[in-house]
């Protein structure tokens, strides 16, 4: 929760933070949302794509 926060914090929406946060077990996550997928990028191992 804690990881959320910190992104939520730096910029990403809160819920976009707490599936980024839930997906962390994935290597992909997909998403319409181009701002999400920008700002997520480097954040994690799981890359955030669209479908």
């Given at each position: ?10 910029g990403l ?27 997520a990028r ?5 890359e955030v794509?669209?479908?």
């Amino acid at each position: 929760m804690a990881q959320v926060l910190q992104w939520h914090e730096d910029g990403l929406d809160f819920a976009d933070a707490l599936h980024l946060a839930q997906s962390q077990n994935c290597s992909v996550m997909y998403t319409f949302d181009d701002k999400f997928m920008k700002k997520a990028r480097g954040l994690t191992e799981c890359e955030v794509q669209q479908p």
